[in-house]
């Protein structure tokens, strides 16, 4: 179109200057090269750069031929007004600033039960927007503050790919990572940089075919402690416990373990010794529940231990009921490109219902167990704990600087005249 206008403006120029005869042979060529009709490049030739007057929806209207006209762009009206960022704002902040694909799952879920439960005060109209919300408008919606929260200076450590070798220890049955029940295992500890003395750890488990995670803190590197929060850990699974893999490390890779696994014909395996994306599954899991959750403070009292544990009643049903994630389906490389493939997010709670391997009584607990649960009440205990855990690291940090007098700043000498 617009080559086409730009050879009648250079052409109107010419026919204006031409005889009659010339006229007609300037004609000929422009219909040869424009295609248009004959009776309309005349009268383009005739009128080009001239006021005229066109009906346009039913009103005259004077234009100039040749001029472009500006398109009329349809004005659609906001869909998504301030009431609805807000709320989703609010929501963005309760789930830990989850990705618009993840947290469109948690609003189609959760916003009815938030109303109903009087956490979430919005009209019935902007409830049916938030339900109904596409991920790419949330994140256009909340692209504002994922601003003001972007770090700077971040590492650029990237996750390792979701390859599993395993070196077998004690076999009973072979892995099957597409059913629920076989964990990858790992200790966080929370040393706070200080590793001299006892300090509270994590256990950390990971279902590796539904990502349901459990947490429990232990109160050091004993082996008896690793052992019991995993007899822990079993009854609090959905489904049952069949098998292990850990790293290398002493608190996992003794006889306390191996005798426990042996005896509840539980598969036992570990990973190889400095590879870490060996347990993929359980590390980026030590990133995103644990530390996000409690930091690199030091916890190496009883009463730590206790909140921390206290912590992780509320987190693991937060975690495993509310907050979906998506597990890589395939890897393709062609050059230089990696092409990834994820399915649909999930909740860990959704993928252990669609799984056939557990029990249809245990499915039936699960449901009504989410029908009992506030994911913003659990979440506003998880923040109940996390400032009392706050308050006493404070309160350790000033005692140690009273203790040790070489710590504090000695009083400078006045100027002598």
């Given at each position: ?12 120029r ?29 009268w ?72 109903e ?58 892995w ?65 416990m ?18 426990f ?7 036992f ?17 030590n990133w ?97 704990v ?18 040790n ?13």
């Amino acid at each position: 179109m617009r080559q086409r206008r730009a050879v009648t403006r250079v052409t109107a120029r010419d026919y204006r200057k031409a005889s009659r005869k010339e006229k007609g042979r300037i004609l000929s060529t422009l219909v040869k090269q424009t295609k248009l009709n004959r009776a309309y490049a005349g009268w383009l030739l005739r009128t080009w750069g001239k006021k005229v007057w066109f009906m346009i929806d039913g009103k005259p209207v004077r234009l100039v031929v040749g001029a472009p006209r500006k398109r009329r762009v349809p004005h659609r009206p906001r869909l998504y007004g301030s009431a609805v960022a807000e709320a989703l704002k609010k929501i963005w902040y309760l789930f830990d600033y989850m990705c618009g694909k993840r947290l469109a799952v948690v609003l189609r879920t959760t916003v009815d039960t938030l109303i109903e439960a009087g956490e979430l005060k919005v009209s019935s109209a902007v409830g049916q927007k938030l339900s109904q919300i596409s991920p790419a408008t949330i994140d256009r919606l909340l692209a504002g503050e994922k601003q003001k929260l972007r770090l700077r200076g971040r590492s650029l450590t990237k996750p390792g790919t979701l390859l599993k070798h395993q070196i077998p220890i004690r076999t009973f049955s072979q892995w099957d990572e597409k059913r629920a029940g076989f964990l990858e295992i790992d200790m966080v500890g929370h040393e706070g940089g200080d590793p001299h003395g006892d300090f509270a750890l994590t256990l950390d488990a990971t279902d590796v075919a539904t990502g349901w995670t459990e947490m429990r803190a232990v109160r050091n590197k004993a082996r008896r402690w690793a052992v019991e929060a995993l007899r822990l850990i079993r009854t609090r699974l959905p489904f049952p416990m069949r098998g292990i893999d850990s790293d290398n490390g002493g608190e996992f890779i003794n006889d306390h373990l191996f005798n426990f696994c042996r005896d509840e014909k539980i598969t036992f395996t570990r990973s190889r010794p400095y590879r870490k994306n060996d347990t993929c599954f359980v590390e980026q899991k030590n990133w995103t529940v644990v530390r996000k959750t409690v930091g690199y403070r030091r916890y190496d009292t009883d009463r730590e231990l206790q909140l921390l544990n206290t912590l992780y009643d509320n987190l693991r049903l937060l975690i495993n009921f509310f907050h979906p994630s998506m597990k890589l389906i395939s890897k393709s490389r062609d050059g230089a490109t990696v092409r990834k493939r994820y399915d649909k997010p999930k909740t860990p709670l959704l993928r252990v219902l669609e799984d056939p391997s557990v029990a249809t009584m245990i499915k039936a607990r699960l449901r009504a167990q989410l029908r009992m649960l506030n994911p913003i009440e659990l979440k506003r205990n998880i923040v109940d704990v996390q400032k009392r855990l706050e308050a006493i690291a404070v309160a350790k940090a000033k005692v140690k600087q009273f203790s040790n007098p070489s710590s504090r700043k000695s009083p400078g000498r006045g100027k002598q005249r």
